[in-house]
């Protein structure tokens, strides 16, 4: 999957060539056709359409043997801020991309544009393909159990027009109610098929047109390029010129097929053959349109124009079809230059020097055989000694055989040169920029490789994940938003790194709600787990240290995974202080207790309250600013419904810094009340909280 999903790029590009010379193809005739519609007979029209045939099975001016090697492998910068949340910073750049955000590779679903019309193009195929299938597949075996017609006289009729058409292949007739009008079916094994009382419709004469018309399709192999047309139309499925390109050729195919059996009547004859047509069209019904049958009416709504070739049908002398032929030939070859030749897409299209080609080739074979540095050596004196224009692949061949080897100064040094010979040449663009990052000259590599994307056809994402990790290392993080952003709105799926890469540069800039706003646009569309997101989420707020919101998304990761993370765990108990109940003696209060409900102190109670729901105060902004750490001593009662009531600083160090939220903070404190003789009671608490400034996510 991967290796095809790597060549789906390329085959996209040269798609979409061959499709738009196809199109002008076909629009050529189109002109032509109506040109001379008149001056030309009815074959010679048709004739056109099978130089289209041609045309489209054979796409390829030459093919060329790629000695070039694949693209060199990129390294980006990775972020997994689920580890760094607890390692720092000096952690957060790993080697090569993986996708550890899940133990399933997602990678077979980041599709690009192309990947997915390509996609797209191919389940229409199959669809359409295997419709027309089945549909002659249950035709041909309802055929197949009716039986032959014995009638010697009929057979004997079809033998004299047989011999008319100068055809020899043995053929049956079968009447079936399957059919609305007389039509051959099947190539190999042909079959006249007669509706039911046809035979009693129509007289001998009528009869002997019908045969030698169904005889001029088996003559001419019609229902042969009718497979082949169904074939091209499946693949083409999504062109609607090619759909009525054939829809004409069908309507040509007839007027043919009609001239060739008026070649072999006499002309006084003519006028009878075009009555028979229209006798046909008062008493029978169009066929269905299968690739293996070939009727008399095929289109109702062109029958004028047929009817007026028959009448005005004249017979060709061998001097005017000899004139035809070479006509036919000259526009096909006219039309074949002007549309030009579909080609993989490659740069480099002007045909390799032969001392050049012949370097290269033995070159390649000894690359092939692992004698590198000899492979190299030939290249080389090629260049040296040439007087031709070195061509662009020499360059490439011989700038990777110096990287295979690790030599990237040698390697470098070739593709500049190449580059530099050949500036719009995107191999080379694409290799030197490669190697240039591989270097770690990222400032040159950079926007090498995001031209490199713009300007090519097929859009290589790669390109653009290069350029992104140039500008990463060079710490111009704007160029790394904006680069990584066009990434991730080029693809259907992007992937998952990518956006953590986005994350994790805001986290960079202390940017946590933009990398929160990120996290939350793409977690819907994105093929990662929603949980892996989740702890993204948490991993910001507490990089924010906004510790009620990381306890929220906590609980909806909970909720979803069924179980708490350790890496969570570990980072929840290093935000919640460590409180103990003291024995403190009564201090003055205005809680109002019921009757018979006092309040003790520690030492006259047998179970201390215990916090089961805190969150940490939010650290003042002003001191998180100027660096400055304290500690609150709090006192307060837990009462029976354990909840903090009157809290009192007792002590304060710097005053009047933290007293503020440090009292916001335990107000929202929950705890198991205290017990005393196996009952909840009220209990005086004393509470020291430190504020430290806590290892961050990012310095």
Same mark, same amino acid.
């Given at each position: ?7 789906? !790029? ?65 390294? @980006? #910068? ?111 094994? !042909? ?79 003519? =006028? ?119 061509? %662009? ?14 030599? @990237? ?11 530099? %010979?050949? !500036? ?69 799926? #992007?992937? #998952? ?37 989740? =702890? ?71 179970? !201390? ?44 160090? #710097? ?12 107000? =929202? ?31």
């Amino acid at each position: 999957m991967e290796t095809i999903l790597k060549a789906l !790029p390329a085959f996209f590009s040269w798609f979409i060539d061959y499709t738009i010379d196809i199109s002008i193809f076909i629009c050529l005739i189109f002109v032509l056709k109506s040109i001379i519609a008149k001056r030309l007979p009815a074959w010679w029209h048709y004739g056109l359409w099978l130089v289209l045939i041609i045309r489209m099975i054979i796409p390829l001016k030459y093919e060329k043997s790629s000695v070039l090697p694949e693209f060199l492998s990129i390294k @980006l #910068p990775e972020f997994d801020l689920m580890d760094t949340m607890l390692l720092g910073k000096d952690d957060m750049i790993s080697g090569i991309i993986e996708n550890t955000s899940s133990s399933f590779n997602w990678a077979w679903l980041d599709l690009s544009f192309n990947e997915v019309m390509l996609y797209a193009w191919l389940i229409g195929a199959l669809s359409i393909g295997l419709f027309i299938l089945i549909k002659n597949l249950r035709f041909w075996i309802t055929i197949k159990q009716k039986p032959m017609l014995v009638d010697k006289d009929i057979l004997d009729l079809l033998e004299e027009c047989k011999i008319t058409m100068q055809i020899n292949t043995v053929i049956g007739i079968i009447i079936t109610d399957a059919v609305k009008s007389p039509a051959l079916f099947g190539y190999l094994r !042909p079959r006249l098929l007669l509706p039911q009382g046809v035979l009693e419709k129509l007289t001998r004469s009528e009869l002997t047109y019908v045969f030698m018309h169904e005889l001029g399709h088996l003559k001419r192999h019609d229902i042969g390029v009718s497979w082949v047309i169904t074939m091209l139309q499946v693949f083409h499925w999504f062109n609607p010129l090619v759909w009525f390109a054939f829809y004409q050729m069908r309507i040509d195919q007839e007027s043919a097929c009609d001239a060739s059996v008026l070649a072999r009547i006499r002309n006084n004859q003519t =006028k009878d053959y075009a009555g028979t047509i229209i006798g046909f069209l008062e008493r029978f019904c169009q066929n269905q349109q299968l690739p293996a049958m070939a009727g008399i009416i095929e289109n109702k709504s062109q029958i004028k124009r047929r009817i007026a070739m028959i009448v005005s049908y004249k017979k060709n002398t061998k001097r005017i079809k000899a004139l035809a032929i070479v006509m036919l030939l000259v526009t096909g070859f006219i039309f074949y230059t002007i549309t030009g030749f579909a080609q993989e897409g490659l740069d480099n299209k002007t045909p390799l020097p032969e001392d050049a080609k012949k370097a290269m080739v033995e070159a390649q074979k000894l690359f092939e055989n692992k004698e590198v540095e000899n492979a190299r050596n030939v290249l080389q004196d090629y260049m040296d000694t040439t007087h031709d224009t070195i061509p %662009a692949d020499a360059y490439l061949m011989l700038g990777y055989y110096w990287y295979n080897d690790k030599k @990237l100064d040698e390697a470098l040094k070739v593709f500049k040169e190449g580059y530099e %010979a050949y !500036p719009d040449n995107n191999d080379l663009m694409s290799y030197y920029g490669s190697t240039l990052y591989e270097m770690g000259e990222f400032a040159e590599a950079a926007p090498l490789l995001e031209k490199r994307y713009e300007e090519s056809e097929s859009k290589d994402i790669r390109m653009l994940e290069a350029a992104a990790g140039a500008y990463y290392q060079l710490k111009s993080y704007d160029d790394t938003i904006r680069v990584v952003k066009e990434m991730i709105d080029s693809q259907y799926d #992007p992937k #998952p790194e990518w956006i953590n890469m986005l994350i994790g540069i805001y986290q960079e800039q202390e940017e946590y709600n933009r990398a929160i706003e990120v996290i939350e646009t793409y977690m819907a569309i994105s093929g990662a787990p929603k949980e892996t997101w989740l =702890k993204q989420i948490i991993a910001c707020y507490y990089a924010q240290q906004n510790y009620e919101k990381m306890y929220e998304y906590n609980d909806k990761l909970v909720k979803i995974t069924g179980t708490q993370d350790p890496t969570l765990s570990a980072l929840i108990k290093k935000t919640q202080p460590e409180i103990k109940a003291e024995n403190t003696p009564p201090f003055v209060s205005t809680f109002s207790l019921s009757a018979g409900e006092p309040v003790y102190r520690i030492d006259e109670i047998d179970t !201390p309250p215990k916090p089961i729901e805190m969150f940490p105060p939010q650290y003042p902004i002003e001191a998180k600013e100027k660096k400055i750490e304290g500690k609150v001593v709090l006192r307060f009662i837990v009462g029976i419904d354990g909840i903090a009531h009157e809290p009192q600083v007792e002590n304060a160090e #710097p005053e009047g810094v933290f007293e503020e939220v440090a009292l916001e903070a335990v107000a =929202k404190y929950k705890f198991t009340p205290a017990k005393k003789n196996g009952e909840d009671v009220n209990c005086f608490v004393k509470m020291p909280m430190a504020f430290k400034l806590g290892e961050k996510l990012i310095e």
